[in-house]
Structures are given as structure tokens and as C-alpha cells.
């Protein structure tokens, strides 16, 4: 059986250049390579569709992690 090693795994962290309150959006753009915009729209869309937006935002802003560099 062979293993696979991942020397540089890529990591969830909060964005301290494509920040605007607490850089949750930027980081998650980031991860997944995309526009911080259109993670901000769907944000915004959550928080109008229900309000649970605004709970996720605080939720990911405590465990997701500053951007160490």
C-alpha cells in the first residue's frame, strides 16, 4: 500500500489583503480560488434568506484562523 505525502496541504485561513470585517470571505476566495466578491454576495444572500448568515459569519470569523504570513 503507498501513501501519499502532502508536504504543503492547503489550510482555511483568514485573509489579512482581501479583508473588509474579518477577512472570513477573503480567506474562503482564497481556498477555493475564486473572487472574494462572489463569496460576499452569497454571504449576503444567506443573511437575507433566514439571518443565519450573520450566525455563520461570527461562527467561521472565531475558528477559522489569521493568515500567518
Known amino acids: ?3 501519499k505525502i502532502i508536504k504543503n496541504p492547503k489550510r482555511l485561513y483568514r485573509s489579512r489583503k482581501d479583508k473588509i470585517l474579518g477577512g472570513v470571505c477573503g480567506g474562503i ?4 480560488n475564486i473572487d472574494p ?3 460576499r ?3 449576503i444572500l444567506l443573511i ?3 439571518g443565519s448568515g450573520i450566525l455563520a459569519y461570527i461562527i ?3 475558528i477559522i484562523p489569521k493568515q500567518t504570513n
Open 41 to 43: 454576495l452569497l454571504w
Open 29 to 32: 476566495a482564497e481556498y477555493f
Open 1 to 3: 500500500m503507498t501513501k
Open 48 to 50: 437575507f434568506v433566514g
Open 60 to 62: 467561521a470569523w472565531i
Open 37 to 39: 466578491v462572489i463569496i
